[in-house]
Structures are given as structure tokens and as C-alpha cells.
């Protein structure tokens, strides 16, 4: 499997390589955006690691231009911590998981592992969790292939279940999601968004575990 670390901080880059390495993947590395962007471009990766504060291009232009050109090799973002709007962005991007800095490199592997698992070796545009799909280039989300009107705070909710769709996300993590460090960042809105949808999904989509968060129906 071929894999490409995207990061301009050397150790870093360097610790990413030999962790990626040590999985089974054969990494290249490069530490510039508009490196990146061509080496995306044109070759064929199994797995890209991309940071998002890059020389060059950044790191979200870089991803825009791929998805653009119809490259869907699976995308694992890294965000600096706390800046949620990132990950958002990122997402809807066409990023197909997320991780914020700092990370412990045993985690980025086995969401690494997740991804080419998932993909099967290529990103689709269109994930799907039992009837439930969101498109991400178009940002659209349907139920048994009907389309489902929602606003961007819902779909940002769907697309961070749809992301973590292995397991429950508890109130905490979705509510920085979908409001950082602002003042609607309290349970009650959660709460709202998700009734929302539930009403437009209507019942065994999104479900709860008691004491461990939400989560997506996979039948």
C-alpha cells in the first residue's frame, strides 16, 4: 500500500513516515502544499496524511483541488487542536476522517488501517450508513436514495456520525464540532439539532447509547 504524509513540521514528518512504514505502507513524504497537490495529482495512493497548515498551498486548497479533479484516495486531515472550524471545513472538503493535534501515532495508524479498509483502497464521495447516504462534494444527504432537506449545522452533525460511524460520539465531542467555543455550545442545542433531524429521518437512524453518545443506524 502507498501512502503520502503531507506535514512541514521535520519530526513530524519523520515520526509519521516510520510509524506509517512500520504498518505496511510504503510512504513518501513531502513537507509543501503545492508538492502535495501534484504528487495527489498524479500518482495513485492508497492513503494521504494531510496536514492542514502547509508552505505553498495549503492544506484545505490542496484537498479542494483533488476532490475537484476526481481524486478519491482516502483523507486523513490533521488539525491543530481546538480549531473545529478546521475539521468542518475539512469535511465538508471531502476529508474522510480527522485527526487534531497532538495525536499519539497509534491512534492515526489504526484510523489509517479504518480508512483504506473502508475505501477498499478509494474514497467515495458518497458514505453510507444503512439507508442513510451524505454526498460530500455536494454536501447533500438522502434516506433510501430520496433527498433530505437540512441545514449546514444538521449536516455537520450527520457528517461527524458518518465519520465516527464505528462508534458512539458522546454530547461533548459533537458540540465542539458544531460550535467550538461558542456560547449556543450548551446540551440543550445539541438536543435540538438532533430532534431536528430525527424528524426529517424519522426513527432507526440516528440512535443513542446511554452514557456513551450518538451514533448511526447501520441497517
Not at 63 to 69: E, G, H, T, V
Not at 80 to 85: D, E, F, L, S
Not at 151 to 162: D, G, N, V, W
Request: glycine share 10%; net charge negative; charged share 30%.
Amino acid at each position: 500500500m502507498r501512502a503520502l504524509a503531507v506535514e512541514d513540521d521535520p519530526r513530524i514528518a519523520e515520526d509519521l513516515r516510520a510509524a506509517l512504514a512500520a504498518a505496511g505502507f510504503r510512504v513518501e513524504v513531502t513537507g509543501d502544499g503545492t508538492d502535495a497537490w501534484f504528487l495527489g495529482d498524479t500518482e495513485d495512493y492508497d492513503l494521504v496524511v494531510l496536514d492542514l497548515g502547509l508552505p505553498g498551498l495549503d492544506g484545505l486548497a490542496v484537498l479542494k483541488r483533488w476532490r475537484a479533479n476526481g481524486r478519491r484516495m482516502p483523507v486523513l486531515v490533521l488539525t491543530a487542536r481546538g480549531t473545529w472550524q478546521e475539521r468542518v471545513e475539512g469535511i465538508e472538503a471531502g476529508a474522510d476522517d480527522y485527526l487534531p493535534k497532538p495525536f499519539r501515532m497509534e491512534e492515526l495508524v489504526a484510523r489509517a488501517r479504518a480508512l483504506v479498509r473502508r475505501a477498499g483502497g478509494h474514497a467515495a464521495p458518497v458514505q453510507e450508513a444503512g439507508a442513510l447516504s451524505l454526498d460530500t462534494n455536494r454536501m447533500e444527504v438522502a434516506l433510501n436514495g430520496v433527498a433530505v432537506p437540512v441545514s449546514a449545522l444538521e449536516y455537520r452533525l450527520l457528517a461527524c456520525l458518518m465519520q465516527n460511524r464505528d462508534r458512539p460520539v458522546p454530547p461533548g465531542e459533537l458540540l465542539e464540532q458544531l460550535y467550538g467555543d461558542d456560547d449556543a455550545r450548551e446540551a440543550n442545542a445539541l438536543e435540538a439539532v438532533i430532534a431536528r433531524l430525527r424528524r426529517k429521518l424519522g426513527p432507526g437512524v440516528i440512535g443513542t447509547r446511554r452514557g456513551f453518545g450518538y451514533y448511526l443506524e447501520q441497517t
